[in-house]
């Protein structure tokens, strides 16, 4: 299962992170082999806590468009 990040700030941001939290159980209770976590490398306070909760670094990557 991926989740992809929801981008907020101020209080929204905090509902978004425990929205993380829930699907991130959720999964793992419906016995998710694995749960990805795609975020911004540039957001220390997100980044902390998806470390809290058991998320942890596995590559970076970029994408181009050179259209």
């Not at 989740?3 to 959720?26: F, H, K, L, Y």
């Not at 902390?48 to 670094?57: D, E, K, M, Q, T």
Request: proline share 4%; glycine share 8%.
């Amino acid at each position: 299962m991926a989740i992809n990040d929801v981008w907020r700030s101020g209080p929204e941001a905090c509902r978004a992170g425990a929205v993380t939290v829930q699907v991130s159980r959720a999964a793992l209770a419906a016995s998710a082999k694995e749960v990805v976590l795609f975020t911004n490398a540039a957001h220390p306070t997100s980044n902390a806590l998806h470390r809290r909760i058991g998320f942890g670094p596995v590559t970076d990557f970029a994408a181009y468009d050179f259209g």
